[in-house]
């Protein structure tokens, strides 16, 4: 379901669609991925250019991403056999918004950082 415009404020319903996929989109490391993946990238490769990230987590992630429609994982006929993840023309039209959104967190990190310290400064002595 769309917000509801009713209100003077958009509310949005338990069920609305647009939840579950920002959840299942959005999380860091699923950006992180999405990020990588200019070009069909191995599974190995992809973790080493995630710092910080499990398998696990990067296994649970291209899952998400693959039900999703974002991504799409190929099987390499090699020995031994590997595997390949490359953006769908869906994920690809996630780009625009995503880089948008990356250059706005790079654009204004030192401010947020700054309004954080402040932030904390005051609310330490509560």
Sequence with gaps: MAPNTVHSEPRFSVDCPSRPILDQVAD?????????????????????QLEGVTQRVLTQTL????RNGMIRRRVLETSPVGVEY?????????????TRLYDWTVEHSAEIEQVQRAYDARTASR
């Design 86 to 98: 490359s953006l769908t023309p869906l994920g690809e039209s996630f780009r625009e918004p995503f």
């Design 28 to 48: 860091k490391w699923s950006m992180m991925v999405l990020a990588v993946l200019e070009q069909p990238t191995r599974f190995n490769e992809i973790k080493r």
């Design 63 to 66: 899952r998400r991403l693959e």
